[in-house]
């Protein structure tokens, strides 16, 4: 169901009751929990992060091909919201604003080097204070405890990590050793851990997946549904050098971008396969219905459509859109519903804390609740704008609304004049009318360039949060783990 043919529609969910009649904080900024809220508190909340899924390639939000079928029905148990985006183009700096509901220039987790400051405040955090139990698994090692990201939970899982003997290890720990985790291995250990909970428990559960991320090399079946047998390469096997030595030679025409397009959907499909699998499970359980279920993405992903492929460098709409899916507790929400408004999937933390009654973090947040807009869709999103950014070499940003975008490059620092940024580089778009940003209209409209710039360099300026912690060197594994992903370059950047 779209905004359009919802506004007829009714919504008497026994939240919007509680919101109408001033029961509920739309902010969920009060400092008890509303007896209302916790009338229907779910006892499970589970908070799924697809890693690198570009909301351009998944089913229900246009895409033609039929990649997402498990997250297109749990759209029609819920709400999507179709124009969601990140605040920045990679996992290291997205994960962190997912779980604190700040701006990565706020929490201060940008490069390689740092680590989540302790007096920063997670979801997990959130939910401890409110009697739940906390448990996460990832695959990933950018949204790990290298990075901080473990921080709250009172059990976290590294999929990625082997303690078996005869596997590579480094010296001094021959009993541990890394290895780039599939999809299929969270099914054990999260059907471990709701077997053992007990009664009455309340728990929180996080997921990280690796895929679709690169390499793009999910089990045969998934490949033969989605590719041209006839396609000769590359990156086939996730050849990642053969790619790039294509890449630098000028030999990626169509139907090798076209191809290799076409071999990350199929690892969308298999990432979307198992969680199709995890939400069986939860059905067999008795557990869907009642469970208050959100599946995001840290950022998505690029095919050349600006001359180059992959994230992090880049802030343009193939990396920047990720999907933003919530089904709500039975009964307690609406169903089938696709949001068209702006917003972030750094606006989960403030609104999950609005449907479940809990007091936000005593800080500066810079994520919204989206709890009212769900509640009465004809307000409008509370999001105006977003700001992104890229990796920390890139030194790229834009300033994100609902039908325009400003990107620009930003000079090196002047380290005699720290905070002030200059601009070297800059593209305007028209999203309303030209979606693909294909037409940069930064000399043909200077002075709406002009005027986003200065807002931009504004709210750049603004951002003042925690140091982040600098950990020094990263373990060698975790390193060689990185580079197989195509992470940390030269100078230990991502």
Known sequence: MSIGSAQGHSLRWKYVLALMAGMLPILGCGSETSETAAAWTPELVVVVVVDTLAAGHVSHLGYDRPTTPELDALARDGVTFSDAVSPASYTAAAIPSILTSRLPDRHGVVTSWDELAEEEVTMAEVFKAEGFSTFGAVAVVNGGPLFGDDQGFDEFIELYVSHEEGETSVPGDRKRSLHMARATEFAPVIGERLDRRADGERLLLYMHMLEPHGPYDPPLPFKRQLTDERYPGPYEEGDRQHLRSRALRGQ??????????????????????????????????????????????????????????????ILYEEVAQVPLIVKFPAGDGPRDLSLPGLVSNMDL???????????????????????EYVADPTLGSPRESLLLRSVADRRRYALR?????????????DPEFPGARQVSAEELFDLGADPAEQNDLAELRPDVSKRLRRRLLRELASLRGSQAKERGEIPAQEQELMRALGYLGGDGDL
């Not at 971008?257 to 059905?283: C, M, P, Q, R, S």
């Not at 933390?349 to 919204?368: N, T, Y």
């Not at 609902?402 to 620092?413: A, D, G, R, S, T």
């Open 252 to 313: 990626m025409g169509p139907v090798v971008i076209t191809g290799i397009e076409h071999l990350y959907d199929t690892n969308v499909l298999y990432a979307d396969h198992v969680l199709g699998e995890f939400f069986a499970d939860l059905k067999r359980r008795g557990l869907y219905d009642e469970a208050l279920i959100v599946v995001t993405a840290d950022h998505g992903e690029a095919f050349w459509e600006h001359g180059e492929r992959g994230h992090g460098d």
């Open 401 to 413: 609304f609902p039908e325009m975008k400003l990107i620009v490059q930003l000079e090196p620092e």
């Open 349 to 371: 933390l403030p609104s999950i804390c609005s449907w479940m009654g809990f007091p936000v973090p005593e800080r500066e947040l810079d994520g919204l609740s989206l709890a």
